[in-house]
């Protein structure tokens, strides 16, 4: 049956710390980027974050890859990222990831590249029911490849080797992928991530007053969602630059509310709280046994995935 290209939910990979070698399984490497649907059914193509919202503006250059590089009729999964030396960088990536206008884009000599690792529609076939690696085969022969377009390589078999080599190479980590699975939407056991350093995303629930010579905020307070009610996680008051400062300051001044929205109690003095709907990305060294942040670090605002969906990785 003829499928026509369009939005797709994307598949979630699922955070393990069981690393393992398998010859039914796949390893690709884990960026630091954000995520991204593209799709054309004959005109331009379409590029859409995790959360459905179409970015096209923000990343031209790539659209206009897509339209070059690729076939008429496709849907393909795939990681927009920023690199910092060798390093994919999502804190790179924030100075351009807001931006519309390309006059603005040019100016921040930012370079984006868009690594396509799965492929959803060829034609008019529907390609998500085959395995995995049948999909990976026929995604090499879609599009040719040229920057900003790559194709996002394997390793077989091999995965704790392959995420020993991650981890020494300073990357983000491993996505270990079934190679007989289906594409399926949503998060799953098919896909998971042995990551190298400990991050995630956490909801903005207020804001600690600055203190000596530092505009804007002190700290934010973050946390997370169980069981439908915000957990806090800690306060994070690192990793920022004078222009983010501006940025979050004037974001959380128009979301303040007079009540708090964690579900405890915040040991912070003073704070002002602010209604939980900004997602931040935080980068910490571990949980401490009560359940906060230690070291955290601000590394970004993701503005790809809601509030509500953020719970603690486990």
Known sequence: ????????????????????????????????????????AGGTPTLWSRNHHIV??????????????????????GEIV?????????????????LTDRTRIDATGVRVYYYLFDLLVFGHTDAGPLPLRQRKQLLHKAFDWADPLRYSRHRD?????????ACSHGWEGVIAKRADAPYRPGRTPDWLKFKCVKDQEFVVGGYTRPGGSRSG????????????????????????????LRELSGVLGERRRTSSPFAEAVPERGPTWVEPELVVEVRFSDWTPDG???????????????????????
């Open 56 to 77: 096209n503006d923000s990343y031209p250059e790539i659209v206009e890859a897509l339209e070059e590089y690729g076939g008429t009729h496709f849907v393909a999964d």
């Open 82 to 98: 920023a690199f910092d030396g060798a390093q994919t960088s999502f804190a790179k990536l924030q100075r351009r990831i807001h």
């Open 217 to 244: 905020f002190g700290a934010l307070l973050v946390g997370y969602y169980e069981d439908g009610k915000l957990r806090y996680a800690g306060k994070v008051g690192t990793g920022y630059t004078e222009a983010t």
């Open 157 to 165: 078999t091999e995965g704790e080797r392959y995420f020993r080599y």
């Open 292 to 314: 906060r942040l230690r070291h955290p670090r601000f590394t970004g605002l993701r503005d790809d995935k809601r509030a509500g969906e953020v719970t603690r990785e486990q």
């Open 1 to 40: 049956m003829e499928v026509e290209p369009g939005w797709r939910e994307p598949t979630l990979a699922t955070l393990t710390q069981r690393h393992f070698s398998s010859e039914g399984w796949l390893y690709e490497r884990k960026f630091d980027g954000v995520r991204a649907i593209c799709s054309r």
